[in-house]
């Protein structure tokens, strides 16, 4: 596992996933509010609960915390390059280390491999999302390939 989260920092270092393209005609107040919606918002939360449960479980080791908080720093960074706005770098940043600890925790969750799908499609997840199945540990795996 601890490759593939290598793998993404690399990929989230790279333009390859936090772009201009990605905040291309969004407004930005608009989407924040949009995340905000029950249903997106309880998606999001139950995730993390899960993910934070499974932690607590089975603790990472400070190799896996390190990485998990080097990709949420550089989504941050990233995205404030980009959009200087402080509420949208800390949703993608949060979205991006949930990704990196269900990946480190082992995690697997439909509605979350389709939050980083819309993030591989060059789109800001402000909506409801519907879960697609597979696993996501190979979709970021499709990501580094593409």
Known sequence: MKLLLVALRDLIASDAV???????????VSAL?????????????????EVEARRKEMP?????????????E?????TFRITQHPEVCA?????????ATALASGYEDGWLRSLWLTYTVGAFP?????????????????????
């Open 91 to 99: 949703a993608v940043s949060e979205d991006l280390g949930l990704v």
């Open 126 to 146: 402000q909506t409801s999302i519907e879960p697609n199945g597979g696993s996501l540990a190979e979709a970021v795996r499709s990501a580094l390939r593409a």
């Open 74 to 78: 550089l989504a941050y960074k990233r």
């Open 18 to 28: 936090i772009n201009e393209r990605l905040f291309e005609s969004v407004d930005l």
């Open 33 to 49: 509010d949009q995340r905000d919606t029950d249903v997106f918002e309880a998606d999001w939360l139950r995730v993390f609960h």
């Open 60 to 72: 990472l080791s400070p190799e896996f915390l390190g990485l998990v908080d080097e990709i949420r």
